[in-house]
């Protein structure tokens, strides 16, 4: 059973930066493609973004495209999330999430706990 633990998450100034940690345990993490999504109050989980699982491509939601960086290091089982310009709509829990095979927005077979990040104005 894989499992994912995200980490890094907190309270930012807008226009500040955070980067976000998620480590996976339990199974072959470098056969898997992973993402990034995001739940604010009151809307659906959403999609950030995903990197494919030798890290040569990723994709981002327009909304954070330029702004947002996602990477992964096989070699210790870990992606991240470098979030920059963070604005205030950048608010949400922020859930990590793992499949096997080619990158895609969903679906998404192991997820994390989630940890929150919260920009204020």
């Known amino acids: 059973q894989v499992q994912l633990v995200e980490s890094g998450g907190g309270l930012v100034q807008a226009g500040g930066s955070l980067r976000l940690s998620c480590a996976a345990s339990g199974g072959t993490f470098s056969s898997y493609s992973m993402g990034w999504f995001r739940q604010a109050p009151g809307k659906e989980r959403a999609f950030v973004a995903g990197?494919?699982?030798?890290?040569?491509?990723?994709r981002y939601a327009d909304s954070v495209e330029g702004r947002f960086t996602m990477s992964r290091d096989n070699a210790k089982n870990t992606v991240y999330l470098q979030m920059n310009s963070l604005k205030p709509e950048d608010t949400a829990v922020y859930y990590c999430?793992?499949?096997?095979?080619?990158?895609?927005?969903?679906?998404?077979?192991?997820w994390g706990q989630g940890t929150q990040v919260t920009v204020s104005s």
């Open positions: 999430a793992g499949r096997p095979g080619a990158l895609v927005i969903a679906p998404y077979d192991y």
């Open positions: 990197i494919s699982w030798t890290g040569g491509s990723a």
